[in-house]
């Protein structure tokens, strides 16, 4: 009986012993502070934040990269319709007529020019990115 009760007296050392070494384990879903409401704040959520800074930084790089090729790559009358249609040095986007309008052409040769310099766009960044 005496060596019974040293087998699970053993057997509760060892199973406090194993926690101990996991004490150090941490789990990404785990609470580790709280944000100023009070609601738990993860690893997961500030790696997921880290991640968001990196999107958004690659998202401003290419719209930089966007507008040098607005400005080195389309003629002036597409530049200005892409400016005027996609609301670009703090202009609200307009509607092809209201570019047509301002334009005095055609709402479908305002497409049909949007639509050119867009393709221009594409390929001029595609290139680029194909070179990196």
């Not at 009070?38 to 968001?52: A, H, K, R, V, Y």
């Not at 999107?55 to 005027?84: G, H, P, W």
């Not at 307009?94 to 867009?118: C, F, G, H």
Request: glycine letters at 4%; aromatic letters at 6%.
């Amino acid at each position: 009986m005496e060596s019974r009760k040293e087998g699970i007296a053993n057997e509760i050392l060892m199973y406090f012993r194993s926690q101990k070494k996991r004490s150090q384990d941490i789990s990404l879903n785990e609470a580790i502070d709280t944000d100023k409401d009070g609601n738990p704040l993860t690893l997961m959520d500030i790696m997921s934040c880290e991640e968001n800074i990196v999107d958004e930084l690659d998202i401003k790089m290419k719209s930089a990269q966007v507008k040098e090729y607005i400005n080195t790559e389309l003629t002036d009358r597409e530049r200005k319709i892409i400016i005027l249609r996609y609301g670009l040095n703090f202009c609200d986007p307009l509607p092809q007529r209201e570019v047509a309008k301002k334009l005095n052409i055609s709402r479908s040769y305002v497409s049909r020019i949007e639509t050119k310099a867009l393709l221009k766009l594409r390929k001029k960044f595609e290139a680029e990115g194909r070179k990196s």
